[in-house]
């Protein structure tokens, strides 16, 4: 089976650029998304097609996908942006997500 | 607005059934695939499985994590899509999310999340 694999925990200081990795076998030969999920509520996707925003996420929201890793990045972070952070990539019409991150924002 | 309204959750016993129902309003649900997702307390998501759009038949295709126990349908007439759930098991404890995806292939993503149910499976 696919695997992607996010780390487990991101700290980042208001203001600054917070990076979450996803990794996987020949990733950036998919597309990756990425969901916010803030707790006690649903996920929200905040980046398609590796590097696209729903017209609702702020621009601060940014995304990459090449080799084996995609990449989230979050620049000018706010305190609102603290949450948990899955990817995920279809694989032979499976849908896998990785593991989470949890980005502290301090 | 698309909205997504699961329902049915509840607690059961290992190997008992369940059916949880998706209610979609605000799009053609017959233009849409549809998902589960589901996520045990504390735990990531898991992709439960999907049901293809009227123009694929609407074929569904389950993980194989519940292949044979789970089985996933909608009621076009109902704007209803449902999973049967059965020989559920302690480890099947979680939230079920529905979820509407956007397919434009190769391209496809979950673009909208109901607020999900909560499956609790104990003795």
């Known amino acids: 089976s696919y695997d992607l694999t996010q780390p487990p925990s991101v700290s980042v200081s208001p203001g600054q650029t917070a990076t979450i990795t996803c990794s996987g076998v020949?990733?950036?030969?998919?597309?990756a998304c990425w969901f916010q999920q803030k707790p006690g509520h649903s996920p929200v996707l905040v980046i398609y097609q590796d590097d696209k925003r729903p017209s609702d996420i702020p621009e601060r929201f940014s995304g990459s996908n090449s080799g084996n890793t995609a990449t989230l990045t979050l620049g000018g972070t706010q305190a609102m942006d603290e949450a948990d952070y899955f990817c995920?990539?279809?694989?032979?019409?499976?849908?896998?997500f990785g593991g989470g991150t949890k980005l502290t924002v301090l | 607005e698309v909205q997504l309204v699961e329902s049915g959750g509840a607690w059961v016993q290992p190997g008992g059934s369940l059916r949880l129902s998706c209610a979609a309003s605000?799009?053609?649900?017959?233009?849409?695939?549809l998902d589960w997702v589901r996520q045990a307390p504390g735990k990531g998501l898991e992709w439960v499985g999907q049901s293809r759009n009227q123009a694929n038949s609407y074929t569904t295709l389950h993980a194989a994590s519940v292949r044979g126990r789970f089985t996933i349908s909608r009621d076009v007439s109902k704007n209803s899509l449902f999973l049967e759930m059965r020989s559920l098991k302690p480890e099947d404890t979680a939230v079920y999310y529905c979820v509407r995806e956007q397919v434009d292939s190769p391209l496809r993503y979950f673009e909208s999340w109901g607020q999900g149910t909560l499956v609790t499976v104990s003795s």
């Open positions: 020949k990733l950036g030969d998919k597309y």
């Open positions: 995920q990539a279809w694989d032979s019409g499976t849908a896998v």
């Open positions: 605000g799009f053609t649900f017959s233009d849409y695939y």
